[in-house]
């Protein structure tokens, strides 16, 4: 009985010792397992379903701990080595990866490099070797990335980080400034952004509504969802009530931080690439309905500017006429009758409705004359206008030369149908983009304004019945040289004298010319300074071949304009004698880039295009030739606030 109770004894100790090593091993092992997964060894398998709370802080810390430019580059790669690691896993979208990363990146350059060397490159779970390589930037995205500052990675006045400053300031330096690009646009017009909190408001909001509907799917996600939605519709109440900065409330920059927190929550989560596509799109979609409303409303108001006269000229054009009935001049017509029928002096003819333009046509012009006595100019005027031009022409002298102002609307012309009003027309002026007939076929499209005779020009003949040759200029030109030696040109037979545009041949405007009736190889020419011999005009009946042309091509769905370029083209087919290009230079309205020297040799400047001198749309550099002209000690200039 002993021995038994004694063996009975020792195997209860064996089962219990064996019990205990049991649970021990049990112990051990369910501490074994955190470690493994605290070790990242957990890594190696794909988890389904978004990640949790618990998970993502420790990654965001980790994300957040760079505080100067190295340890910013090596955030970066953290980033490039885990994005190259989702892709290969899941294949998500690049708009996720776009919107997850918001904010200043490398350049497309760098980045590149950046990512193959973190695809080439084999990292070690947990090992030394990797974590030193991915706190040591590359070499060439060190060097490619200078630090301005050691002790910060934020440019405060800007709002970036140091290195994406450095690498927009580079591009900067590599646009290219020349006419036409929007980097020389950009430099003239630079402009301080305005409302800039308002913007930020909207594109937070942007965000916000791109990561709620994935936010809002989320288990055990509602604090976050909910803050999201109190978020938006905060700022949707503030912009609703707001459109600029100053009329934001004093709290906006914390509504601002709260939003920006729930944003930053947001990013920790995988969203729906659905939702951030369908958002980006009506983003894309609205930003694009929005700049196309723009640009057609921007050439609307460019053209209606360019086509209004201006406020100061509109007030001294009646202060003047109002003046005019006050105290009627005596303008000596008499005295103007005699030279105005001269046919030996020098007669020059202006169309114009442009106080302002025209006396500074005639001014330049008599400044520069060696002898003025024997000018004499033709001022050709509508009603509107007629008694203001003729105030102003009585009170300012010009030398000697002589001034008559005519209203077109009142002249009485013999062979003149009195059931057609006349008026006035302008020089019409054209638009034309072309290829130029000595360029080679991959040259840039050039662009021109052609200005042509009007209607009012072909009534020269009758208006001036006693004249046998006559010097058109156009309202928009500043002469800089002695005109005379115009008056002893040998025409041989032409009509016109005018500097011929070879680099457009009418064949390029068959178009609007037809096929057959002219030479196609003959050149364009252009109004501004024209020399018109009257006699040979008569007698060619010139007056009447245009009319002709005109009612020919005349339709229900076509402008007078266009008529007039037609007719007047083929109207002097082969009847332009050409005068040497230096005496002209055209182009000053509208063309940034002429030389200076150029301008300062050419006889005459010619403003055509829209871009007038007197108009605030005037190219600035060029303005100068122009206002120096002005009579500036009239008393109805300062009244009327004419600063041209």
Known sequence: MKGGASSYGYSAKRRWRGLVIGVLGLVILSMLVPLVFLLGLHNGFRSAGYPSEQQRPTSALKKKKPV?????????????????????????????????????????????????????????????????????????????????????????????PLYAKDVVDDIGKLCEFKFGSYCHWRQE?????????????????????????????????DKLSRELKLNIQELERVLSESTTDVDLPPQIAKKLQRMEAAIAKAKLFHVECNNVDKKLRQIYDMTEDEANFHMK?????????????????????????????????????????????????????????????????INS???????????????????????????????????????????????????????????????????????????????????????????SHYLLPKIFQNLNKVVVLDDDVVVQQDLSALWSLDMGGKVNAAVQFCSLRLDQLKKYLGENGYNKNSCAWM??????DLARWRNLNLTETFQRLAREMTTHEESIEAVALRASLLSFEGLIYAI????????????????????????????????KPWLELGIPKYKHYWKKFLSREDQFLSECNVNS
């Open 297 to 361: 409303q921007s050439a609307f108001l460019y053209q209606l500017a360019v086509q209004t006269m201006p406020k100061s000229l509109h007030c001294l054009s009646m202060r003047l006429t109002v003046e005019y009935f006050k105290s009627p001049p005596n303008d000596m017509k008499l005295s103007m009758a005699e030279k105005s029928t001269d046919p030996m002096l020098h007669h020059y003819v202006i169309f114009s409705n442009n106080v302002l333009a025209s006396s500074v046509v």
């Open 365 to 455: 012009t008599v400044m520069h004359s060696k002898e003025s006595v024997n000018q004499v100019f033709h001022v050709l005027t509508d009603e509107q206008n007629y008694f203001a031009m003729k105030l102003w022409f009585l009170r300012n002298t010009y030398k000697e030369a002589t001034v008559q102002v005519l209203n077109m609307e009142s002249l009485k012309l013999d062979n003149h149908s009195k059931a057609t009003l006349l008026h006035l027309s302008l020089p019409e002026e054209f638009r034309v983009s072309f290829h130029s007939v000595d360029s080679p076929p991959m040259a840039p499209i050039r662009t021109e304004y052609m200005s042509i005779f009007s209607h």
């Open 527 to 532: 109004s501004g300074l024209n020399v018109i």
């Open 189 to 221: 017009h630079r402009e301080e952004m305005k409302d800039s909190m308002v913007k930020k408001l909207k594109d937070q909001l942007f965000v916000a509504r791109a990561f709620y509907p994935s936010i809002a799917k989320l288990p055990r996600q």
């Open 580 to 611: 040497d290009g230096g005496w002209i230079l055209s182009g000053l309205g509208h063309d940034y880039g002429i030389d200076i020297e150029a301008i300062s040799k050419a006889a005459i400047l010619h403003y055509n295009g829209n871009m």
């Open 68 to 160: 100067n430019q190295e340890s910013r580059i090596g955030y970066d790669k953290y980033e490039v080595r885990d994005a190259w690691n989702e892709s290969e896993g899941d294949q998500s979208s690049h708009v996720c990866d776009l919107f997850r990363k918001l904010g200043p990146t490398l350049p497309k350059d760098v980045l590149r490099n950046f990512t193959n060397n973190a695809k080439n490159k084999t990292f070690g779970r947990g090992s030394k070797h990797n974590s030193q390589a991915t706190e040591v930037p590359p070499r060439s995205i060190a060097q490619s990335l200078p630090v301005k500052n050691q002790n910060t990675n934020v440019d405060a006045a800007v709002g970036l």
